[in-house]
């Protein structure tokens, strides 16, 4: 069963601002990954912060992981138009079992 | 880029025709994955394989097959397509286990079952 739940759903943002989407999970976790898609194309591995990590940054993606509320949230800054896209967090339990995705955010940053 | 890659992109077929959607990648992974996604929507895993000769039914119901017999390469079949098979199929590969434990995803078949 799936897992992971993104909130919101939809974000419309403009160009220069920051998106943030959060993420929660309901079992323990070996590491918290975060995926890119864009329209009609497979997804794109973003980052990944384990289970003994609080914050990890890379490029203008900033991830946090608060293991005791099951949560990470996803902070896009000076968001581009081409940063449209669903973003899909998916948890990897500590067996190494399978990728269990959430039901994604799909993020508008309009022009 | 990530070497996976499927093929056809697309396949406009009619109903009780059989499919196979083929998946091959090129960097050795013995895990390999099958996702089922509508328009829009979550993923959902339809199955999955631990390596050469190791498939597993995922957290979905389908009436797809697959097989394994090299480790590069995991189609899916359908025997008989019905338009409640009209989705898009992604498949995906990973390391077994290790520490970087990503999913590289191919670029999906959509798939229309007239």
């Known amino acids: 069963s799936q897992q992971g739940e993104e909130d919101p759903q939809a974000l419309s943002i403009q160009e220069g601002e920051n998106a943030t989407m959060n993420c929660s999970y309901k079992t323990s976790i070996n590491n918290l990954q975060w995926y890119r898609q864009n329209s009609g194309r497979g997804l794109v591995h973003l980052i990944l912060?384990?289970?003994?990590?609080r914050e990890k940054h890379s490029g203008r993606l900033r991830v946090t992981l608060d293991t005791s509320k099951k949560s990470s949230s996803l902070l896009i800054t000076a968001s581009r138009a081409a940063d449209t896209a669903s973003y899909f967090c998916?948890?990897?339990?500590?067996?190494?079992?399978?990728?269990?995705f959430g039901p994604g955010t799909r993020l508008s940053v309009l022009p | 880029e990530a070497d996976i890659y499927q093929t056809p992109r697309y396949l406009v077929i009619g109903t009780g025709k059989k499919i196979t959607l083929e998946c091959s990648q090129t960097m050795g992974h013995d895990k390999m994955y099958w996702y089922q996604q509508d328009p829009g929507m979550e993923l959902h895993l339809i199955h999955y394989?631990?390596?050469?000769?190791?498939?597993e039914k995922g957290d979905l119901s389908s009436e797809s097959t697959v097989s394994r017999i090299r480790t590069e390469h995991f189609p899916l079949t359908l025997e008989s397509a019905r338009p409640s098979h009209t989705s898009q199929y992604l498949c995906?590969?990973?390391?077994?286990?290790?520490?970087?434990?990503?999913?590289?995803f191919g670029q999906g078949t959509r798939l229309t079952v007239v």
């Open positions: 998916a948890t990897v339990d500590n067996y190494g079992q399978n990728f269990v």
């Open positions: 995906a590969s990973s390391e077994y286990r290790g520490i970087k434990f990503e999913a590289f």
């Open positions: 394989s631990y390596g050469v000769n190791s498939t």
């Open positions: 912060i384990r289970s003994n990590e």
